[in-house]
């Protein structure tokens, strides 16, 4: 049972000490490049590496993407050499550490860092990371289309809107300092300025108002816009409870809006007369149909006294005659 094991580990462990027998020059070869910069900030660029003590650092090249921009060579004079395509802090660099100041955002983009050892191995290692240049919004994020009072069963709309950045912010709304799910968001396309290249996010929120949403009569509604870790802002927005009051005499808003919205009408055309006219036609409108079915009314009892009048009349006579007829 244990000897093919033990037969089976031979190969795997030979390939292990070749493995290491080449790579004991140059070890462990690690590169920090911040994820996220601000624009105009510096941005310190680490390289990290293992060698043995028999070797020796023959030089760290640094790439931006394809393109070597400082190279550190110990055995030369000077040790330090820095090309153009990215602008370079001499007096920060040496040879694991780069620092890049007054970043633009065009020089976002992957780091590489490549160690070389020297003589005999020669041994080299690359390793990469990304680093993005972030250009903060000029200000913080707007809201805007809400009102500054809501009842419940109202719906609420709104905006939330971070101007001119890059990356397009991240935005998030909560009520009452709760997180709103993103059921109730309506998430827009980034709009990007063709000449800055810079985008504006715009998040809108759409809820149903309810009495639970607001704590002693109001709604507190945030908006927070974020850039990785780089950039955190909010802006605020609260919203009164319209009364229960208003609520019941809002049972027949949709009449009321109506008059409201006719008179409107009516007194922007004609100021003076159509208020006359409006109450003219209105009080006609009103009336005219009860005094119609009236006056229908008022004619039927009429035709009504007219025949008992009639049968009473014709009974009387009827009456009168045959008592006549007995006398004589
Ligand atoms: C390289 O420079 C950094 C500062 O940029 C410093 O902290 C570090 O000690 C320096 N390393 C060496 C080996 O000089
Ligand atoms: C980045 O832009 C700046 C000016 O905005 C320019 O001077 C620099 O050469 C650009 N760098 C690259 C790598 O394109
Ligand atoms: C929110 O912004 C979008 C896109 O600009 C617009 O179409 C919409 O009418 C806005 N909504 C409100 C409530 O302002
Ligand atoms: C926005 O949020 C998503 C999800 O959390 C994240 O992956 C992304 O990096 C964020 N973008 C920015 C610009 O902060």
Known sequence: MWLPVVMDLRLPILCLLIVAEVSVGLRNVRVTVPTAVRKGDSAHLFCDYELEDKERLYSIKWYKGKREFYRYTPQEK?????????????????????VIKALETNVSGKYSCEVSADAPSFHTMIVSGDMEVIEPPPEKPSITGLQSRYRPGDILRGNCTSI????????????????II?????????????????????????????????????????????????????????????????????????????????????DGDQPDQSDMYLTVNGYKADKSPTSSSSATKQVGAYVKVGW?????????????YSLRVGIS
């Open 78 to 98: 000077p040790s330090m050499k820095v090309f153009s395509a990215v602008d370079v802090e001499r007096s920060l660099s040496n040879e694991s550490n780069v």
């Open 164 to 179: 001119n950045s890059k990356p397009p912010a991240n935005l998030t709304w909560t009520i009452n300092d709760v997180p």
């Open 182 to 266: 993103p059921q109730y968001y309506k998430q827009y396309r980034p709009i990007k300025d063709t000449h800055t290249g810079l985008e504006t996010s715009i998040l809108g929120i759409n809820i149903l108002v309810a009495h639970a949403h607001f704590i002693k009569g109001k709604l507190k509604l945030k908006c927070q816009a974020t850039i990785h870790r780089i950039y955190d802002e909010s802006s605020e927005w609260y919203v009164e409870e319209d009364r229960p009051r208003i609520l019941a005499t809002g049972s027949s808003s949709g009449h009321n809006l109506n008059q409201i919205y006719q008179h409107t009408v009516y």
């Open 308 to 320: 008992i009048a009639f049968y009473v009349c014709t009974i009387c006579t009827v009456l009168l």
